[in-house]
């Protein structure tokens, strides 16, 4: 499946919310989401509107390692 290239960094988080991510903290053009399904995990995304496709392939990657899941089904279930 190919990654969306027009994706903020705004909407990724709000995407995340499905699982169980939420904002921790903003420090300049970053958000901390802190996520405690399946243990505790935290991820930094970038306030950029788009953000870099290699920035949220490595993101994206992290998140379904966290969660058990392949990458596709993580695109899926956000709705990207």
Do not use: C, W
Request: net charge positive; proline share 4%; glycine share 12%.
């Amino acid at each position: 499946m190919r990654l969306p290239r027009d994706i903020s960094g705004v909407s990724l988080a709000r995407a995340l919310r499905g699982f169980g991510y939420e904002v921790s903290r903003q420090t300049g053009s970053h958000i901390r989401l802190t996520t405690t399904e399946n243990g505790e995990h935290h991820v930094t995304i970038p306030a950029h509107d788009p953000i870099k496709i290699g920035t949220l392939s490595g993101i994206l990657a992290d998140i379904a390692t966290h969660h058990g899941i392949t990458r596709e089904t993580l695109l899926s279930r956000t709705g990207l």
